[in-house]
């Protein structure tokens, strides 16, 4: 069971990341970036929900958590452009914000377990970083409550909402593989350069759509390059 987990973590995890690196470059609001997104919010949330399933059988706390979190973000970030929901849909996203909200307390928990112990790590992680993802998450839950007391969101107010969400799991699915797994890696491939450049251009082009959206674009044409 774990070793099949493994194997679909991985199998997952790499269609996910070149779809990401597809959408990033394709053009914004086209059918092709549309059909592209489904496979990537499909694969995504195997990878996370997969990566999940192996944290838990080796007791890895922020692997188990960011699985989750992962999973969160692509489904809800897909959930923000939809118009119509199904009733399975609109049940699954109110079942994502108590998920979101259980990560948060979850990483908490991490934070103060790593500072009260000797080491001042849980799982060779220091408390910094799961105090960076519980807010991740409480930013997320946060932000749907608002959203579901709002009388209606903007297509902007939607759109940034997609945008932010579907970018930092890819952010972090990146920043897994490279840096994460940068011993997998030949030896003259693990320079600084080469494990850190994915990852901030992914991080980079999030906070460039996010400008872009936010203060350059109406919200109700296409993003397009």
Sequence with gaps: MIIASVWVHIISG???LSLGSL???SRKGTAVHKELGKFYVTFMTVMGLSGTLVAMNRGISISFYNGL?????VLTGWFSLID??????TWLEKLATLVSLAISIGLLSAA???LQSESGKVGNFPAPVFFFFASVAALGWISDIRYYLSQELTRKQ?????IWRMNFALFMATAAFFLGQSKLFPEELREPFFLIAPVASVLLTMV???IRTKFFNSGDSNLAH
């Design 14 to 16: 790499a269609i996910g």
């Design 23 to 25: 959408i990033l470059v």
């Design 69 to 73: 979190l992962v999973a969160y973000l």
């Design 84 to 89: 119509r929901m199904s009733k399975w849909q």
């Design 112 to 114: 103060f377990e790593a």
């Design 158 to 162: 939607k759109l940034l909402r997609h």
């Design 208 to 210: 460039y759509w996010l």
